[in-house]
């Protein structure tokens, strides 16, 4: 006797609601990422609108991050031990997270310096390692001297944590609720 399947699964395996991404933010592993920018430069210039995302207008970043709009969600990564929590800038009734709420959320968080402690709890060798190589990199990449040694004094941040992997591919849903997305980077 055939059943369907559905009937076969118990209710735990429901899936998930129905979420949808917006495209500049949706992860899409088999093409370039809609907005290309590197997660260690500041927004309004890694977003180049005039440059290479000239198809995408200013008006997009205002547009929700989500389908159905949402208002928070939550943004992970492997190698970092905390969720990134979006909210929206405006308030109000009928508030969601806007794709440049999204953009801001992430640079603003990534470029938080990370406690000692955090940095402790780091694994000796080859992650510590490379934590410390990237961080020297990202430093050595500004020009100016005087600009460089006061990066260097705000010490490692979570960005630094991506071990260079800065390029945004964009968000992927989880199975974890529908308003957790996780960072793909490159």
């Known amino acids: 006797m055939n059943q369907p399947l559905d009937l076969l699964l118990p209710e735990i395996m429901t899936p998930p609601k129905s979420m949808q991404i917006h495209f500049l933010l949706a992860y899409t592993p088999y093409s370039d990422p809609a907005l290309v920018w590197d997660l ?12 290479q995302n000239a198809q995408i207008s200013r008006k997009a970043l205002f547009e929700p991050a989500t389908s ?11 190698y970092l031990k905390w969720n990134i929590e979006v909210l929206p800038q405006e308030s109000g009734p009928g508030a969601f997270v806007s794709v440049g709420d999204v ?6 968080e990534l470029r938080l310096a990370i406690h000692p402690i955090e940095y402790a ?10 934590v410390d190589n990237t961080y020297y990199q990202r ?6 001297p005087e600009a460089r040694m006061m990066e260097q004094k705000k010490g490692i941040k979570r960005v630094d944590l991506l ?3 800065t390029r945004f591919l964009g968000l ?5 609720a ?3 997305w996780e960072l793909n980077v490159s």
């Open 68 to 78: 159905p709009p949402l208002e928070s969600l939550f943004i992970t990564h492997p």
């Open 103 to 108: 953009v801001d959320t992430l640079y603003r």
């Open 178 to 180: 529908p308003d957790i």
């Open 163 to 165: 071990l260079g992997r």
């Open 40 to 51: 260690s430069i500041p927004p309004p210039h890694a977003l180049n609108l005039e440059g």
């Open 139 to 144: 430093c050595g990449r500004i020009i100016r």
């Open 121 to 130: 709890e780091l694994s000796e060798g080859d992650m510590r390692s490379e």
């Open 172 to 176: 992927s849903g989880t199975l974890s």
